[in-house]
């Protein structure tokens, strides 16, 4: 049987991490469960669900947010700090699963299992989120862009434990749109996510950052359609460059929720309707 360590504060929990690399860290285990029948018992978990330091939101200097690795979908959506500064990123969480999987499922962990169709990550990379890992040697700042390496890969030391999400303030203007494409209205697996955040200055487009999930093997940035449109005016010839960007950099692939073809036509959609809205 596997063991089951339950440490009661962070400091503990970073001694265990640092005792037993190989065992799995574990918050709401929404994830880890889904795939447990296919992976096999680990040697052992480390369970951090409610530990006080992971579970909090706090304020950042200039209005940002710092909002603790095990803080749930559930506790996102009740406070009004991120309804009200990062409404991305509350559409996003008010996606996740039923109230059952939101009750349990952590951001953290959603981050630390780096599925490309993971709902909250494009919000986390289209405002920008800077991840904190630590161990006991001390903590790393990344920003969440350079900390996803590839197909279910982060960048996270065999040591270090994900423990806060750090997201910036937005400009007072910008514009936050979320848009989750499933094969139902409710709790459905996305074919294709997209989160956009912008912002004007003197009717053209001064900042923009589009993230889309299951597009590629992680999260991605549109980045060549965004450049098609900063200085832009957002309208129909710039919404036509943009699109024309993106087929350009975007791979998307065939699996058993869709096809390349739809994903790059629902992206280029997507993104279209996003330049229109500004």
Request: glycine share 10%.
């Amino acid at each position: 049987m596997s063991e089951f360590i339950s440490p009661r504060n962070l400091a503990s929990s970073l001694e265990a991490r640092a005792k037993h690399p190989e065992y799995v860290p574990i918050a709401g285990g929404t994830d880890h469960m889904v795939a447990s029948k296919d992976r096999g018992a680990p040697a052992g978990m480390i369970n951090l669900f409610g530990l006080s330091e992971l579970s909090e939101v706090s304020e950042l200097e200039g209005g940002g947010l710092r909002i603790g690795a095990c803080v749930t979908y559930a506790r996102v959506l009740d406070d009004e700090r991120v309804a009200s500064r990062f409404p991305v990123l509350s559409s996003a969480c008010r996606e996740v699963g039923a109230s059952q999987i939101q009750a349990r499922g952590t951001l953290g962990g959603n981050i630390a299992t780096s599925s490309p169709v993971g709902d909250s990550l494009p919000a986390l990379l289209a405002l920008g989120a800077t991840i904190c890992v630590a161990s006991v040697d001390g903590e790393r700042r990344i920003p969440y862009e350079e900390f996803l390496l590839g197909y279910r890969k982060v960048d996270l030391a065999g040591n270090e434990l994900i423990v806060a999400i750090e997201v910036p303030v937005q400009h007072k203007g910008a514009v936050q749109t979320w848009r989750k494409v499933g094969t139902r209205r409710a709790q459905s697996i996305s074919k294709l996510t997209m989160a956009a955040v912008a912002h004007l200055d003197d009717g053209k487009i001064a900042g923009i950052r589009i993230a889309l999930g299951a597009v590629a093997d992680r999260t991605v940035r549109a980045k060549a359609a965004e450049a098609a449109l900063l200085g832009q005016s957002p309208n129909d010839e710039s919404a036509t460059r943009a699109i024309k960007a993106l087929a350009g950099e975007i791979v998307p692939i065939d699996d058993v929720r869709s096809n390349a073809d739809y994903r790059l036509g629902v992206a280029q959609n997507l993104v279209r309707r996003f330049v229109l809205s500004l």
